[in-house]
């Protein structure tokens, strides 16, 4: 579904990726590991388009994503939760949600807001509240929510539980169990590699801007868990 070939990308003189190749298959959940720096971000964020690759290709169902901006990705299925969850702290919760569904139908947008205010209450329960008013985890709940809210084939999410309490983990990793259920695919980043390892069928090890290691979380589980603590 997702193939990265080569990829490379530099901020001025940083370079952040170099020669960096994965792939995602359809249905399967990949993490990538790696500590501060790595290039997870990078590798996220020159998926959906937010930064320009400076080599290599990128793919998505076998279409080279290289000259379309970030509506048209979103457009073709490829939804995106940033690190931090930024979502925008004065509009409501649901207004937050709906905020990606510009060109989704709405007959769908609002089948999945229903879907998803069951799998998280909060949604509807604090549905008109400004989502600056919520904790962190909540907040992470509406970003994981208005990513999911266009449907997307491919869900890339960097670093969902960035600074949550193991509560919110639990609940975090719930609704993306719920994701793959309903089929979705899915490209995770986490530092906190533990609870993630626990969702993904296949790792990517990451440091100084390169793939070191990939295989299956087993294969990897070790190195991928040593990662964490350097
Ligand atoms: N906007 C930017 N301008 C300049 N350098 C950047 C920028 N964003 C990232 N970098 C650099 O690129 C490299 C990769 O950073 P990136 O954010 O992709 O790593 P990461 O694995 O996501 O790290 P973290 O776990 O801290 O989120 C780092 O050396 C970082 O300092
Ligand atoms: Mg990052």
Known sequence: MLKV?????????????????IEVQQGETVLLVGSN?????SLINAVIGLVPAASGSIRFEGQD??????????RMGIGYSPEGRRIFRSLSVTENVLSSTLGVPQAKARE??????QVFPLLSERG??????????????VALARAVSTLPKL???????????????GRISEAIRELQRRGTTIL??????????????RAYVMRSGE?????????????????EYL
């Open 5 to 21: 070939e080569r990829l490379g990308v530099r901020y001025g003189g940083i370079t952040a990726l170099r020669e960096v190749s």
């Open 37 to 41: 720096g790595a290039g997870k971000s």
């Open 65 to 74: 994503l290289a000259k379309l901006a970030c509506p048209a990705r979103a």
């Open 112 to 117: 999945n807001l229903a879907w998803m205010q």
């Open 128 to 141: 008109d509240q400004p989502a600056n008013q919520l904790s962190g985890g909540q907040q992470q709940v």
């Open 155 to 169: 869900l890339l999410l960097d670093e969902p539980f960035l600074g949550l309490a193991p509560v919110w983990i």
């Open 188 to 201: 995770m980043t986490e530092q906190m590699a533990r609870p993630a390892l626990k969702l993904a069928d």
């Open 211 to 227: 793939v070191r290691r990939s295989g299956t979380v087993d294969e990897i589980r070790e190195l991928a868990l040593a990662e």
